[in-house]
């Protein structure tokens, strides 16, 4: 056989990838655009002409119909990537994207701009359902962890564009920044070719060899024993055409389900969408010794570099191993990131330290962008078969959304009722339950084909 190139795959997840940082401008575009409405009006500053003022709740509703469009996104995707393919679903994922940013370019009371913030939710469900299957089935054994982990580096993307951009221009600017992504992205993508394992399942078995040729970069004698491979899994796996209730027709599948689900939960319940969503407020709560925005530029940065490191280790030291690690050190940033706010909230003298929650924040989202930022999407993308996948990721993602939506609407009330210091120590031990989790249940994927890991599901 001859050896296998995996440039070209880089190159798809890359592509595919793209489309994640239209979500991470959705979900950070919170942090530098809210307070710009939701302050005192100054005619002095034009950021804020012509702009009626949000208050809490009005601002609670608009960071969080983002995560409420993305229950349904899925769904949507669900349908469409078994009717019309991954890469095309993909594709139409930023048509929600581009119209919700255009509604708020021109848009100025709070009801159009919650109705654009959630049609542009509903394209990040879209693209967290599809984008990691995919990834999942052109990637090879051997590198398939690493670019399923590109979903998180490159949805860090999207949070930079909006944490380095919106501090510093107006926020009509800023929705048109956010504008462009989509287009960007759907002109990148549309190149590539469509997954070989949906091609096999709707009988195209030609473009199929197609496909995998160039995603390996052999001839058609050097893919072909693994073209077969995939004919005769997706032929075991397609026999019964998928239902919902499939998820749970098997050992393997409901394995996988909770699994799955238990990833995603322990992902959103360690408050990171909070975290990133309201960066800008605790820092300018923290009253540490950078300004808020600049702080959250600092949190971009890390985040990036940090999401980088994932794609060189996660196959040498494993998805469970990292899991574990990002657990262990959210639970250590977020209680350090707890006592800072307990000691300022009752009024002891934390000048000394207002370095503390920049420091504490930063290490957070470092271990998070190493582990439980990027696996829990690889780990869905290696977990179900071919005919039940589809249902599988929109249930998934959707469940993802729910908890999402739910921290993020609240988080501000939980804050300002039990306080910062109660609501980041609730987080660690929700990520406390997440290790233990892992610990417990998740089997090691790394290095298996999708045909052993079904194996191992079902034993």
Aim: some cysteine; overall charge neutral; glycine content about 10%.
């Amino acid at each position: 056989m001859e050896p296998s190139r995996v440039l070209t795959q880089y190159l798809a997840a890359t592509a595919a990838n793209l489309a994640t940082v239209m979500a991470g401008c959705a979900l950070g575009w919170t942090s530098p655009a809210l307070p710009k409405v939701s302050i005192p009006k100054d005619p002095q500053n034009s950021e804020n002409e012509g702009w009626a003022l949000f208050d809490t709740e009005e601002t609670s509703w608009i960071g969080s119909l983002t995560p409420a469009g993305a229950i349904v996104g899925p769904f949507i995707a669900a349908n469409l990537a078994d009717a019309i393919g991954r890469k095309w679903t993909l594709l139409l994922s930023a048509i929600p994207s581009f119209i919700g940013w255009m509604m708020i370019i021109f848009v100025e009371t709070v009801a159009p701009i919650c109705v654009a913030r959630f049609i542009i939710g509903v394209g990040v469900g879209m693209v967290f359902a599809v984008a990691p299957m995919y990834v999942g089935e052109i990637s090879e054994n051997r590198v398939r962890g690493a670019l399923g982990s590109f979903l998180q580096l490159l949805i860090v993307v999207g949070f930079l564009v909006e944490y380095c951009i919106g501090p510093y221009v107006q926020y009509s600017i800023l929705a048109v920044v956010s504008a462009i992504i989509p287009v960007m992205f759907a002109v990148s993508f549309f190149f590539f070719p469509e997954s070989p394992y949906y091609l096999l399942a709707k009988g195209k078995q030609e473009e199929a060899a197609k496909a995998l040729q160039w995603f390996r970069g052999q001839s058609r004698n050097g893919i072909q024993k693994e073209l077969e491979g995939m004919q005769a899994t997706v032929e075991e796996e397609m026999k019964n055409k998928a239902k919902l209730s499939d998820l749970i027709a098997t050992k393997g599948n409901i394995k996988a389900l909770y699994l799955s689900l238990g990833l995603v939960a322990g992902q959103q319940l360690s408050g990171i969408n909070a975290v990133l969503f309201y960066s800008q407020d605790i820092f300018t709560a923290s009253g540490g010794s950078l300004g808020g925005a600049e702080a959250t530029i600092i949190i971009g940065w890390v985040m990036f570099l940090a999401s980088g490191v994932t794609p060189l280790v996660v196959e040498r030291l494993g998805r469970k191993m990292l899991l574990l690690i990002s657990a262990g050190g959210m639970i250590l940033g977020l209680i350090v990131l707890g006592v800072y706010f307990f000691m300022s909230n009752d009024g002891q003298d934390v000048s000394s330290i207002g370095w503390l929650p920049i420091i504490s924040l930063v290490f957070y989202i470092v271990v998070y962008s190493v582990g439980f930022g990027p696996l829990p999407w690889a780990v869905m993308g290696e977990l179900f078969p071919s005919n039940v996948k589809s249902n599988a990721s929109a249930c998934t993602a959707s469940f993802c959304w729910v908890i999402g939506f739910l921290i993020t609407k609240f988080y501000s009330n939980m804050a300002e009722g039990l306080g910062n210091h109660y609501t980041f120590w609730i987080f660690a031990i929700f990520t406390a339950c997440s290790g233990a989790f892992i610990f417990f249940l998740l089997p090691e994927t790394k290095g298996k084909s999708l045909q052993e890991i079904q194996a191992i599901l079902n034993k």
